[in-house]
């Protein structure tokens, strides 16, 4: 998981290792780190490249007709699209980190895992994420839970178990 669009649209076709799935990303600070490719996103990756980009005319993942990588407005752009698409409104990059960590740690990831995913040097960022994750927990709790799906407060159901 990248952590910053910019970390995104500086990627150089070589910082790609395809066989290992990781990308060279330079974060914050000028620190040199490893992000993971999911297997499902590596193989559209490589048919984008395939299809898209001219290693001739330049040297990034995400470039430009010029061989510049893409800009910031551009992918705004494509993101906002994308979500009317599919109905969902205010898409933007850090809507999509928030969900993948929000997501990560619902498909049983773990803070400590999802802290290096993201890039952080500390827990406390990664700490807003697995509070949220508690309210989602608790409400789905209260939606889904048998005990209320019995409905034990209805006179009518207490009158039939009696």
Not at 94 to 101: E, G, I, T
Request: proline share 2%; with cysteine; aromatic share 6%.
């Amino acid at each position: 998981m990248l952590r910053r669009l910019s970390q995104l649209l500086n990627i150089r076709l070589a910082d790609v290792d395809w066989d290992q799935g990781i990308i060279k990303v330079m974060g914050k600070g000028r620190k040199e780190r490893l992000a993971n490719i999911a297997t499902s996103t590596k193989v559209i990756l490589r048919r984008y490249v395939r299809k898209c980009v001219d290693p001739e005319a330049g040297q990034y993942l995400f470039q430009n007709q010029y061989g510049s990588p893409i800009s910031r407005s551009y992918v705004a752009g494509i993101l906002r699209a994308a979500g009317q698409r599919v109905g969902i409104e205010n898409v933007h990059p850090h809507r999509l980190r928030h969900s993948f960590a929000t997501q990560y740690l619902s498909n049983g990831g773990n803070a400590l895992t999802l802290q290096r995913e993201l890039g952080h040097s500390s827990l406390e960022m990664v700490k807003r994420y697995v509070a949220l994750q508690h309210k989602d927990i608790t409400r789905k709790h209260i939606q889904y839970s048998p005990a209320n799906q019995l409905n034990l407060h209805s006179r009518k159901r207490r009158s039939r178990i009696e």
